[in-house]
Protein backbone atom coordinates (compact mmCIF):
# COMPACT_ATOMS: atom_id res chain seq x y z
CA UNK A 1 0.00 0.00 0.00
CA UNK A 2 1.13 3.65 -0.80
CA UNK A 3 1.49 5.86 2.29
CA UNK A 4 -0.25 9.24 1.87
CA UNK A 5 2.95 11.25 1.30
CA UNK A 6 4.38 9.00 -1.67
CA UNK A 7 0.84 9.00 -3.12
CA UNK A 8 1.55 12.87 -3.14
CA UNK A 9 4.83 12.23 -4.71
CA UNK A 10 3.62 9.70 -7.52
CA UNK A 11 0.41 12.12 -8.39
CA UNK A 12 2.45 15.35 -8.91
CA UNK A 13 5.12 13.49 -11.18
CA UNK A 14 2.02 12.19 -12.83
CA UNK A 15 0.37 15.55 -13.15
CA UNK A 16 4.60 16.84 -14.73
CA UNK A 17 3.93 13.88 -17.00
CA UNK A 18 0.76 14.53 -18.70
CA UNK A 19 1.47 18.26 -18.32
CA UNK A 20 5.24 17.43 -21.06
CA UNK A 21 3.19 15.30 -23.02
CA UNK A 22 0.57 17.76 -23.25
CA UNK A 23 3.31 20.81 -24.22
CA UNK A 24 5.50 18.56 -26.90
CA UNK A 25 2.19 18.13 -28.53
CA UNK A 26 1.16 21.90 -28.59
CA UNK A 27 4.41 22.66 -29.65
CA UNK A 28 3.91 20.84 -32.77
CA UNK A 29 0.69 22.15 -33.78
CA UNK A 30 0.49 24.93 -35.91
CA UNK A 31 -1.28 28.07 -34.19
CA UNK A 32 -1.62 31.38 -35.39
CA UNK A 33 1.27 33.47 -34.70
CA UNK A 34 0.62 36.21 -31.69
CA UNK A 35 3.61 38.31 -32.53
CA UNK A 36 3.74 40.85 -35.44
CA UNK A 37 6.93 38.83 -37.06
CA UNK A 38 6.24 37.18 -40.37
CA UNK A 39 6.94 33.39 -40.13
CA UNK A 40 10.66 32.34 -41.97
CA UNK A 41 11.00 32.59 -45.12
CA UNK A 42 12.26 28.89 -46.49
CA UNK A 43 15.64 28.71 -48.15
CA UNK A 44 15.43 29.97 -51.45
CA UNK A 45 15.95 27.17 -54.41
CA UNK A 46 19.18 26.22 -55.42
CA UNK A 47 19.87 28.09 -58.89
CA UNK A 48 20.27 25.96 -61.85
CA UNK A 49 23.71 25.76 -62.90
CA UNK A 50 24.75 27.99 -65.76
CA UNK A 51 27.07 27.35 -68.24
CA UNK A 52 30.47 28.40 -68.13
CA UNK A 53 31.61 31.24 -70.89
CA UNK A 54 34.72 28.31 -71.49
CA UNK A 55 33.98 25.26 -73.02
CA UNK A 56 36.02 22.74 -71.11
CA UNK A 57 37.21 21.45 -74.68
CA UNK A 58 39.17 24.58 -74.56
CA UNK A 59 41.04 23.87 -71.37
CA UNK A 60 42.18 20.08 -72.31
CA UNK A 61 45.50 19.26 -73.08
CA UNK A 62 49.44 20.07 -72.22
CA UNK A 63 49.73 23.05 -69.85
CA UNK A 64 53.10 24.19 -67.76
CA UNK A 65 52.18 25.24 -64.02
CA UNK A 66 53.68 27.89 -61.24
CA UNK A 67 52.14 30.10 -58.77
CA UNK A 68 52.35 33.55 -58.09
CA UNK A 69 51.20 35.67 -55.08
CA UNK A 70 52.54 39.12 -55.78
CA UNK A 71 50.48 40.41 -59.27
CA UNK A 72 53.70 41.73 -59.85
CA UNK A 73 55.43 38.40 -60.40
CA UNK A 74 52.64 37.42 -62.88
CA UNK A 75 54.91 37.87 -66.17
CA UNK A 76 58.17 36.29 -64.39
CA UNK A 77 55.21 33.20 -63.26
CA UNK A 78 54.11 32.69 -66.73
CA UNK A 79 57.73 32.37 -67.87
CA UNK A 80 58.27 29.66 -64.94
CA UNK A 81 55.60 27.81 -66.38
CA UNK A 82 56.83 27.68 -70.04
CA UNK A 83 59.45 26.03 -68.21
CA UNK A 84 57.53 23.29 -66.92
CA UNK A 85 56.68 22.03 -70.31
CA UNK A 86 59.35 19.44 -70.22
CA UNK A 87 56.63 17.94 -67.28
CA UNK A 88 53.19 19.19 -68.01
CA UNK A 89 50.54 19.50 -65.84
CA UNK A 90 47.63 17.29 -68.36
CA UNK A 91 44.29 18.48 -68.18
CA UNK A 92 42.22 15.53 -69.32
CA UNK A 93 38.79 16.02 -70.96
CA UNK A 94 36.50 14.16 -68.39
CA UNK A 95 33.41 11.49 -69.25
CA UNK A 96 30.41 13.66 -68.61
CA UNK A 97 32.05 16.62 -70.66
CA UNK A 98 34.29 17.98 -67.71
CA UNK A 99 37.56 18.07 -67.31
CA UNK A 100 39.81 15.91 -64.73
CA UNK A 101 41.97 18.10 -62.62
CA UNK A 102 42.94 18.22 -58.88
CA UNK A 103 41.17 19.38 -56.30
CA UNK A 104 43.02 21.37 -53.35
CA UNK A 105 45.01 18.99 -51.05
CA UNK A 106 43.84 15.83 -53.00
CA UNK A 107 46.40 13.50 -54.96
CA UNK A 108 43.85 11.41 -57.30
CA UNK A 109 42.38 14.35 -59.83
CA UNK A 110 38.53 13.47 -60.25
CA UNK A 111 36.21 15.49 -62.92
CA UNK A 112 35.54 18.41 -62.40
CA UNK A 113 32.55 20.93 -64.06
CA UNK A 114 33.31 24.76 -65.79
CA UNK A 115 30.44 26.61 -64.24
CA UNK A 116 29.19 29.92 -64.76
CA UNK A 117 27.46 32.28 -62.61
CA UNK A 118 25.31 35.57 -62.89
CA UNK A 119 28.18 37.64 -62.20
CA UNK A 120 29.54 36.53 -65.42
CA UNK A 121 32.52 34.62 -63.52
CA UNK A 122 33.64 30.96 -64.47
CA UNK A 123 34.84 28.67 -62.08
CA UNK A 124 36.17 25.08 -62.11
CA UNK A 125 34.89 22.69 -59.00
CA UNK A 126 33.12 19.58 -58.72
CA UNK A 127 28.83 19.74 -59.32
CA UNK A 128 26.98 21.78 -57.27
CA UNK A 129 26.57 26.06 -56.89
CA UNK A 130 29.06 28.13 -58.68
CA UNK A 131 31.93 29.57 -56.27
CA UNK A 132 31.98 26.74 -53.35
CA UNK A 133 34.65 26.55 -51.24
CA UNK A 134 36.22 23.81 -53.50
CA UNK A 135 35.88 25.63 -56.73
CA UNK A 136 38.98 27.80 -58.38
CA UNK A 137 37.95 31.36 -60.07
CA UNK A 138 38.88 31.34 -63.18
CA UNK A 139 40.76 34.87 -63.24
CA UNK A 140 41.67 35.05 -66.72
CA UNK A 141 41.78 32.78 -69.94
CA UNK A 142 43.42 34.36 -73.30
CA UNK A 143 43.24 30.64 -74.63
CA UNK A 144 47.24 30.65 -74.73
CA UNK A 145 47.48 31.10 -70.15
CA UNK A 146 44.91 30.45 -67.53
CA UNK A 147 45.19 32.05 -64.53
CA UNK A 148 43.24 30.59 -61.58
CA UNK A 149 42.52 31.14 -57.96
CA UNK A 150 41.03 28.59 -55.43
CA UNK A 151 37.96 30.04 -53.68
CA UNK A 152 38.75 28.46 -50.26
CA UNK A 153 40.62 31.19 -48.04
CA UNK A 154 43.50 28.58 -46.90
CA UNK A 155 44.11 27.00 -50.30
CA UNK A 156 44.21 30.48 -51.74
CA UNK A 157 47.18 31.17 -49.46
CA UNK A 158 48.60 28.22 -50.05
CA UNK A 159 48.43 27.63 -53.73
CA UNK A 160 48.50 31.72 -54.72
CA UNK A 161 47.48 31.98 -58.20
CA UNK A 162 48.18 29.28 -60.95
CA UNK A 163 49.27 29.92 -64.10
CA UNK A 164 48.93 27.22 -66.69
CA UNK A 165 50.76 28.07 -70.09
CA UNK A 166 50.02 25.92 -72.54
CA UNK A 167 52.40 23.61 -74.04
CA UNK A 168 53.08 23.62 -77.82
CA UNK A 169 52.03 20.03 -79.15
CA UNK A 170 54.48 17.34 -79.35
CA UNK A 171 56.33 17.74 -82.26
Not at 124 to 147: K, M, N, T, Y
Not at 152 to 159: F, G, L, Q
Request: proline fraction near 9%; hydrophobic fraction near 35%; charge should be positive.
Amino acid sequence: MISSRNAHTVANLAIASALTILLAGCSSMSLPSLSSNPPPDAEPPVAPEMPATIRSDEIVGRWGLASFQNPNDRARTEAAARGQCKQPYVIGAGQSGGVVMHLADQATPQELRLKGSPSGKNYIGPAGPAGSEQDREIVSFDGRVLVTRFIEKDAAVRYGNMVYVRCAPRA
